[in-house]
C-alpha cells in the first residue's frame, strides 16, 4: 500500500528580527549571516506564542484548507525539541486546542504521542505513521504529523545567529497527492553524542557549533551509504556504472539549521561519492580533495576537531569544491529552491527540514518547472545524534496545491523587531498580555502560571 504526505500546512510567527539588526546590535559583520550562513531574517514568538499554539495553528490551517473534520484524522503526532512538559505529550495539547473548534471530545478516538530526537524526530513520526499506514491500520482516516519548535539560543553565543521559530503540520495517507514515500529505503545512523543538548530546566541548549557541523555532515553520509543499499536492493535505484546514487534523486530536501547548512552538507555529500568516480576525478583533483582517512570511531570533541577528517572538511577545501562549475550545476538544479524559505525564516529545528521541502515545491514550480514523478530525497539530522535518508516520489496532484502556495503570503504581514523589543522577547520580559501584535482567528497564550500545578490557558 501506498503512502505518502498529501498536504503541507506552515504556521510561522510573524515577528521577525532582520540579519542586520542582529549584526548592528552585536558589533557583527552582516555578511557573515546573510553570505556565511544563509540568513536574512530570522522568525521570533510573540510573548502570547509557545510551541503547542504553533502546531495547533499549522493543524487547523491543514484541516481547515482541506475541509477535514476530526473524524478525519487516526493519529496526531507532534515533534519538538522545545517541549515544556515532562510527561504531558504535546500533541495532547494541540488535541485541547483544536478541540475549542470541532467540539469536546471529538479526538478521542484519536491516537499519537509527542517524539523526541532534537531536529530528525519529525522524520522518524513520519516514518512511523507511514507504516500505520503501510500496515492497513488506518481504517480510511489520515495521520497528521506536526513538526513544531522554537530555535533559540544564549544571548551572545555562536547559535545565535541561527534562530527561528515555526511549525509544520503534514497530512499523510495512502493517496497522497503530493509525495509518495519509497518503501524500503529509509536508512539511519545513530550515535551517542553531545553535539547539541539541552538538560532538563535549561531554556536553551548547550552547543559545540562546530563539532555539530561535522557530526551532521558524517552522520548523514553514514545514513545515505545505508540508502544506497537500500535502494538498491529493493529495485528502486539501480545505479549505473561510473554514476552515484545522486544522479537518481532530482532534488534533495537536507536539515537546515540555517541554509548555508544545506550546501555545506550536499557538496559533503557529492564530493565523497564524486571521490570514487572516474568521470569526476579531474574536478576532485583540480580542488586537491584530501585523502579518505579512518575514521575514529570514538574520539572525545576535541580530538575529533583536530583530526584529519575534520582537516578533510576544512573551509578552505569546501569552498573551492564549491566554487566549481560543475558543483554550482548540482547545488542550482537538486538544492537551491530548498534554500529560499529558511533564509525568510531562520531554523525551526524539527520543521526545517520540511519547510525545505515547502520552499522546493513552491520555488520550482514558480521558475516553472514540472515535478511531477521526480524523486525527492530527504536528509534528516538531528543533534545526540541520528542521521535518516530517505525519499519519494511527487505525485500528479501537487499541482493543484503548488499552485496556492505562496509562504509570504503565508506569513501575513511581518513586523521587524526594533533591538529593544527582541531583547525583551528573548528574556522572556513580557507577559501573554504585553504580546507585541495583537492576533486574531489563531491560538494563543492567553496565561502562564508557572506553579506546579500549572496548565496554562490557550486559545
Ligand atoms: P561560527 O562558528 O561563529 O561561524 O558559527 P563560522 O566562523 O563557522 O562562520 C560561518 C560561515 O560564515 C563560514 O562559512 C565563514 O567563512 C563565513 P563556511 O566556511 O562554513 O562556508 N563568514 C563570513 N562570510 C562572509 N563575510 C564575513 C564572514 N565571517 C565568517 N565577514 C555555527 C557558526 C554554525 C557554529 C553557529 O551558528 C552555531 O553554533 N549554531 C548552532 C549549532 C548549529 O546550527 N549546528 C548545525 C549542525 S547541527 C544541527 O543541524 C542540529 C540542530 O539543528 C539542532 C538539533 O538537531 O536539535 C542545531
Known sequence: MAAGIDDISVYIPKLYLDAGDYALMRGVDATKLRDGL?????????????????????????????????????????????????SKAMNSYVIGMLEQVYGQGSFEHCGGVETKFACVSGSYALYDNANWIRAGEAEGMNALVVVSDIAKYDKGSSGEMTQGAGAIAMLLNDEPRLLAFDPKVTATSIKDEYDFYRPFGKETPIVHGQYSNLLYLIQVRNALEIYKKKAAASGIISVGEGRSVLDYIDHLNMHLPYAKMGKKALAYLVRHEWRSLPRWKGVIDKVGMPEPVPKDPRGTIESILGDAEFMESDREFQKRFTRTDEFQEVYESKLASSLVASSMVGNLYTASLYLGFRSTIEFEFQKGADLEGQRFGFGSYGSGSSAMIFSGVIQPGYVQLARDMNLEAEIGPRKRLSADQYEMIHGNQLSPEESILSSSKEFVLVDVNTTPESRGQRR
Open 38 to 86: 544563509g540568513v536574512n531574517q530570522m522568525a521570533m514568538v510573540d510573548s502570547n506564542q509557545d510551541p503547542a499554539c504553533l502546531a495547533a495553528n499549522a493543524c487547523l490551517r491543514i484541516m481547515q484548507s482541506n475541509k477535514l473534520s476530526p473524524d478525519d484524522i487516526g493519529r496526531l503526532y507532534v515533534s519538538t525539541e522545545s517541549s515544556f512538559d515532562e
